[in-house]
């Protein structure tokens, strides 16, 4: 196991841990008139809340994988700003409670969309800042990667990144368009993951899974 195995075994805890705690906000119908077909269907905000939150996790986490396959060194800052990228990772099952619970709630909503929008926007910061710092001299890749070929490749990610405060602002317009723009953006980073560039690859051509 090279430097960085622990810190990323760790890593794989908290991502399971996050995934699972999904699900459990999703809680069994109580006895209704309706019929127990209605009851679950009252529930789409539960639903919803937890397929776009375990597509964010998910995908995020394939995407850490990707990265810390070249990851050969740790030091103190990467572990540091790893911690804070997980802690977001690890706090998302309470937004997500909060958008199944008041997703239908007039004013409510735009309250927990917001709630919502802002964990992404402070999560896209750290994902990108860990990023930035393995780019920044490249000391913590293995030999096979090209620092500068990734330092580009950071420039043309952030900018996708500018569409999670923008989530922020629609989330007072509409919050089921705001959960709705987040598994979107979701499925966006699942097909366009952060490419590590190789030394001596054709133009264009990066490690992928």
């Known amino acids: 196991m090279n430097e ?6 760790f890593s794989d805890g908290v991502f399971a ?21 209605g009851a679950l269907g009252d529930q789409w905000p539960s639903y919803a809340a ?6 964010v996790i998910g995908i995020m986490w394939v995407n850490h994988h990707q990265i810390f ?3 050969v060194r740790v030091d103190r800052t990467l572990m540091f700003l790893n911690l804070l990228l997980l802690m977001t990772v690890a706090a998302l099952p309470w937004p997500a409670a909060l958008m ?6 007039g004013s409510a909503s735009h309250a927990a969309a917001a709630v919502y929008s802002g964990l992404m926007v402070v999560m896209a910061f750290n994902y990108h800042a860990l990023w930035w710092h393995l780019t920044r001299t490249g000391h913590l ?14 420039r043309r990610f952030a900018l996708g990144s500018l569409a999670y405060p923008a989530t922020v602002a629609l989330s007072f317009v509409s919050a089921p368009l ?4 987040h598994g979107l953006l979701a499925v966006y980073y699942g097909f366009n993951q952060l490419p590590v560039p190789l030394k001596g ?3 264009g051509e990066v490690e992928a899974l």
């Open 4 to 9: 960085s195995g622990r810190l990323e075994a």
């Open 17 to 37: 841990i996050a995934t699972t705690l999904l699900i459990l906000e999703i809680k069994v119908p109580e006895h209704a008139g309706g019929g127990l077909w």
């Open 50 to 55: 937890y397929v776009v939150s375990f597509l």
């Open 69 to 71: 396959r070249f990851v």
């Open 100 to 105: 199944a619970e008041y997703l239908r709630e």
């Open 141 to 154: 890749f293995d030999d096979s990667v090209d620092t500068v070929a990734a330092r580009a490749v950071t």
């Open 178 to 181: 705001t959960l709705a723009v």
């Open 201 to 203: 690859a054709a133009e």
